[in-house]
Nanobody, 118 residues
């Protein structure tokens, strides 16, 4: 049973920054391609950023140049550094496996709320 625990969200003004963390308890983390997802009220859950087991990254077009995904395999942790935040970044952020994983995704954690507002 894998437990995903996200943290680091909060209320921030437009243009501000946040760093999200996600610890994966009980997984073979280093072998997993991981992703950050977000879901705004009334909208579908979207993949925001991806990182392969080797560290290759990909991003949603709307966050390119502003968000950076990284991982620390020794800590079973994936990070999302978010800079130049915009109101449209407001959402609940979750981490999980890459949706293209042949092993499927884990049970969702609680996520962490990011609110960008003045």
């Amino acid at each position: 049973q894998v437990l995903l625990v996200e943290s680091g969200g909060g209320l921030v003004q437009p243009g501000g920054s946040l760093r999200l963390s996600c610890v994966a308890f009980g997984s073979a983390f280093s072998a997993d391609a991981m992703a950050w997802y977000r879901q705004a009220p009334g909208k579908q859950r979207d993949v925001v950023a991806l990182i392969s087991s080797a560290g290759t990254t990909n991003y949603l077009d709307s966050v390119k140049g502003r968000f950076t995904i990284s991982r620390d395999n020794a800590k079973n942790t994936v990070y999302l550094q978010m800079n130049s935040l915009k109101s449209e970044d407001t959402a609940i952020y979750h981490c999980n496996r890459d949706p293209r994983s042949s092993y499927g995704i884990y049970n969702w954690g609680r996520g962490t709320q990011v609110t960008v507002s003045s």
